[in-house]
């Protein structure tokens, strides 16, 4: 990431750090979110953590681990992409992440 840019990321974190106190668990930094809304499931694998007590990178790890325990699949084409969350599914299944 471009210097002036980490400054300002810097800067923005520390603002909602004083603003949000301990009431802050955490904040990612995720793509263009004009273009492509985040899914949970796509900050598993593109995302920067900016601030943590622990919440976000726990709650993140404990997802990959479901995913992987799946067999999930992100699968990209062109500049967009899908998840493929159980390969094996069968028809009526219940898929708990």
């Given at each position: ?14 603002l909602l ?12 930094l995720f ?67």
């Amino acid at each position: 990431m471009h210097d002036v840019a980490m400054a300002l990321v810097h800067r923005y974190v520390a603002l909602l750090k004083e603003h949000f106190g301990d009431q802050l668990l955490g904040i990612a930094l995720f793509g263009s979110l004009a273009r492509h809304p985040p899914l949970l499931l796509d900050l598993t694998t593109d995302a920067i953590i900016l601030y943590d007590t622990g919440v976000v990178s726990r709650e993140l790890e404990r997802l990959k681990k479901r995913l992987e325990e799946l067999g999930a699949k992100k699968i990209r084409t062109g500049c967009t992409w899908f998840w493929i969350l159980k390969p094996d599914l069968k028809l009526g299944e219940v898929v708990e992440l």
